[in-house]
């Protein structure tokens, strides 16, 4: 039986040796303390690190993660979007998407806060009202720039958080719980405020380009045109072809393929499958064609990848 890969468990990507490694060795003094290991860890971690990352394969997770810079650069793909991490910025991840990290800068300061929506269960709050103040519109990549107060403000929610979560006394969850809404109002209020002050952004190349990208990631399982995907937007392949140049100095094409390659690389890394399996998932005629077009985004073939992997 064939075996997909589910995205990666808080409790799993927390408890694993890389990236207790990580965290408690490699990421700075601030990490030396052990993780807590109660049932809370199960649905929630809250981290700071110290790291250089050197590009990660692609992988999903099945929690939310908020992120607040504090200090080097990095840059990320998460979903349709891609952007860059850097000092005073407050980025969302949510859950299944693709997440890529570029190579890092040797400052890279993060702090972490994990959670899932089992976290929220003993709560007053509904579901509903927890997704609109997570919910980000399609249209902007899940991410903005702090100015020196409310980036002072952020932070402290951050690390008396933190400073809960490590130290585990009484009340722990519900006072991390009660941090955790006020910084969901706040980013809800920093993001509305941001997509309002940023009138530019919403020209209609822009937002052409963001549903492009977006109708990709839905859709290029099965669909693998342009033209298809002009169609969808009600633009012709040409139009649609321009803006995206006009974008990223790409062709469109090449968005669609680069979204295969992705998907590809994530079932290499962390699924069961061998890679004739790998090439029927993604609709590939042939293993070989899967091999070609796998290696010129690359530079090796899927089977050496799954060999250096074993």
């Not at 030396?32 to 700071?48: F, G, M, R, V, Y």
């Not at 403000?153 to 951050?158: E, N, Q, S, W, Y």
């Not at 492009?212 to 012709?236: C, H, P």
């Not at 995206?244 to 390659?261: D, F, L, M, S, W």
């Amino acid at each position: 039986m064939n075996i997909l890969p589910k995205p990666t468990e808080l409790k799993e990507l927390v408890k694993t040796v890389a990236i207790r490694d990580a965290i408690q060795r490699k990421c700075g003094a601030e990490n030396e303390t052990a993780l807590p290991d109660s049932e809370a860890t199960h649905n929630l971690a809250i981290l700071k690190t110290t790291c250089k990352i050197v590009k990660t394969a692609p992988y999903r997770l099945d929690h939310f993660a908020i992120v607040l810079c504090l200090s080097g650069t990095a840059k990320m793909s998460s979903g349709h979007f891609n952007f860059s991490v850097r000092p005073h910025s407050l980025h969302f991840i949510f859950p299944g998407m693709i997440n890529v990290i570029e190579q890092s800068t040797d400052d890279f300061e993060l702090y972490m806060v994990l959670f899932t929506r089992d976290f929220f269960a003993d709560m007053y709050l509904k579901e509903a009202v927890l997704e609109n103040i997570l919910d980000q519109t399609p249209d902007f990549p899940p991410i903005s720039m702090l100015d020196d107060d409310l980036f002072i403000k952020v932070k402290g929610l951050f690390g008396d958080m933190y400073e809960e979560y490590k130290n585990q006394e009484k009340f722990h969850v519900k006072l991390i719980q009660s941090m955790l809404m006020q910084l969901f109002y706040l980013s809800g209020r920093i993001f509305q405020d941001e997509i309002q002050s940023q009138p530019a952004l919403a020209s209609r190349g822009h937002q052409l380009f963001q549903q492009y990208k977006k109708a990709v990631d839905e859709n290029f399982m099965d669909q693998r045109t342009v033209q298809w995907y002009a169609e969808k937007l009600f633009v012709s392949a040409g139009y649609l072809g321009e803006v995206v140049k006009k974008e990223t100095g790409e062709t469109a094409i090449k968005i669609i393929h680069r979204r295969i390659y992705l998907e590809g690389l994530y079932l290499l890394n962390y699924s069961q499958l061998s890679v004739k399996e790998i090439s029927d998932q993604l609709n590939f005629d042939t293993p070989s064609h899967f091999s070609r077009f796998f290696k010129q985004f690359a530079g090796y073939t899927p089977t050496a990848l799954k060999k250096n992997i074993a």
